[in-house]
């Protein structure tokens, strides 16, 4: 087994889960989500980058999946089929309370509340990851709290 | 904003949902085509031979495809836009500032070759780019000795010096046809309410200046600023009146003024803040800050003179 192989077998043990819930925060699908995380690792191989932490693997693995479900989304397959994938995420897993609520938000809103509450990223991590400015992350933060609140009331908020 | 409830209990949730079982072990096996040249670089290099050579065939038959596509839609609508960058605590022109533009979704534009699309302002603070004819533009401003700025691609921008880390500032910009001004309030620990607007700098017992003016506007699209000291004890609470209304009942009302109050603190923007276009009323409560703390009060009321503002 290469080095390389070994050390895409231990990102995914160790990101896997991550990059799967970000994955599916996008395409509200469970094998989408897959395929995603799989092109991710894919990239891993083929350009075997270097990292000078854990951190610095974990953010670059997110923003390669990110940059995938977003190519994914805008694709010319995604938009014909889209209401076909809006219908199958009725019937997927993913419909727990909270995480459904999020995931029922404009896509915009609900990566970035996502990586804020799930992993903890500051707005400036946020911002580098979408590559989108950190006024703009702030703004959609503040939108998507008031949708979310719209929803679930201010009882889960400072 | 931390909001730990919500973050503890949607991370629960999205943990108690179910991800396809053994979804690691089917993303390992389709990895082992990646791995497998290194094994076989013989084999390796007659692949690549045969990708390159497809690869040139897709290249030519996209070229040929782009063409096309080119020939037959119009091209995108740019026109050179200008834009001045000013201080705005003493509307000096800021040279050498680096000027960056955004669309309405926060990303940077590129240019032909994919950089994000940059530009410097020359000594007089002017600066002009090709730009599309999109309506929310946005533009980012960072010069030295000032704090970032992001916001609507105006025509005149006013970037706010860096200050110390207790300092607050506020810059309140309108767009529509009025008079505005900035009221400020500071209620100290013995309930005594300190005024302060366009004439009148708030002074602690000491003599010391706790809240003063930098620039008094106005018209629309020059800044009024109010710089305030965030160390003393008690409540600021920030207000926006309509001079006009109350000269004029038929002026433009303080809803329709397009006001927008940006507040700093010390080398970074806090907010940025708009008045509704359906509010009613000839002042607009911003926001209070109390002992450090920021509560964005965003209400509206009337008042039949300037110093009825509370």
Redesign the interface.
Known sequence: MSDLRRAAEQALEKYGESLMRVAYTYTKNMQDAQDMVQDAFLRYMSSAPQFSSDEHEKAWLIRVTINICKNHLSSAYRRNYAELDENMSVCDTYSSGLAEIVNSLPEKYRIVIHLFYYEDYTQKQIAKALGITESAVSTRLQRGRKLLKEKIGDDYFD | ???????D???K??N?????EN??D???S??SL??AP?KKPGLVLLQRAALSAAAAVAIVACALLLFSVLRSSPPAVTKDMHFRISSATNLAQVGGAKVSF?NS????LKDENGNTLTAYTDEKGRVTAKLPQEEAL?I?VTAEGFIPF?GNASENIYVCPKMTEDTYRAVLTWTEDCDLDAFLTLTTEDKTEKLHYFKSDILNAQGEVLAALDTDSSAPHSPETVTFRGDCQGVWRLSVGSYSSLKDENSLPLAQSGATLTLYKGSS?VGEYSIDALSKGNVWRVLEIENGELRVTDTTYSVSAMTDIN
């Open positions: 904003m931390t909001d730990n409830r919500f973050s209990a949607y991370k949730s999205v108690s949902v179910q991800l396809p979804f690691k089917h993303i390992l389709n990895l990646e791995d290194k955004l979704e926060g990303e940077y946005q980012e992001v923007l």
